[in-house]
């Protein structure tokens, strides 16, 4: 599994030869990469509606998009896409199968409307588990499991459920506090998850969002945490195996 993070809060996943891209969303300064420059995915994943997660979401329309059904409806109507899972989107527990990956769309404490403007509903916010594996209670040693959590604030299920069930291998936290969890909340998270791997996202794109990343080594030291820190640069990649 290759992740490639673009900023903010945008990752493109190669799971065997199955393309995933996330939260599509190139006007921030950790990329240097145009929409146009990204290769077609084979589906395209939307945590929420929010205009820093959809901003180039028409850009890949030809794409299977998987969002919640709300959000769905909007992008058929608003930005042409024409396939969806499931022909009408996902929801909250449900795993899809996307070629060679599983695809679980879990909740995120977050708020929901499109583009910002919050005058349409999009439906429950949401973070996505990617796996090469379908999810089951028995574990499997040889999967390959990514988190992204979407935006979120730090939630006991990430303690209860994510964690112990669905077995993460990496996450991607956002970490740049103000509208998502920060650095002591993401650094907890991480600890509750068990994973190997924390990649910090959603920070640095805009003033409200800058921090030190010193600080959230800190807090991930001072929960104990084990996992690894990668501090991906924009477009950089990170082979999960």
């Keep these: 599994m290759e992740l490639t993070w673009h900023g903010h809060s945008t990752w493109y996943v190669t799971v065997g030869e199955t393309s995933l891209l996330i939260d599509p969303f190139f006007d921030n300064p950790q990329t240097s990469m145009d929409p146009e420059e990204i ?64 695809v679980t769309m879990h909740r995120a404490d977050h708020s929901n409307g499109i583009d910002t403007s919050y005058g349409t509903s999009a439906g429950m916010p949401a973070g996505f588990v990617v796996s090469d594996t379908k999810p089951t209670q028995v574990a499997d040693e040889e999967s390959n499991t990514f988190y992204h959590a979407g935006d979120t604030g730090l939630m006991t299920e990430m303690r209860e459920v994510i964690g112990p069930y669905l077995e993460p291998d990496a996450a991607a936290l956002p970490v740049g506090d103000h509208f998502t969890m920060g650095p002591w909340q993401a650094a907890v998270a991480a600890d509750w998850l068990g994973v190997d791997y924390v990649f910090p996202m959603h920070y640095d794109t805009f003033p409200p969002i800058e921090i030190e990343m010193d600080d959230f080594e800190r807090e991930l030291d001072a929960a104990g945490v084990s996992a690894e820190l990668h501090a991906l640069d924009g477009d950089e990649s990170f082979t999960l195996e």
């Design 39 to 102: 290769d077609d995915p084979d589906y395209v994943l939307l945590t929420h509606g929010h205009q820093d997660h959809v901003a180039h979401a028409h850009k890949f329309s030809d794409a299977t998009l998987v969002a919640t059904p709300e959000l769905v409806e909007y992008a058929k109507e608003n930005w042409d896409f024409e396939d969806a899972v499931g022909g009408m989107g996902m929801n909250l527990g449900g795993t899809v199968e996307c070629g060679d990956a599983f």
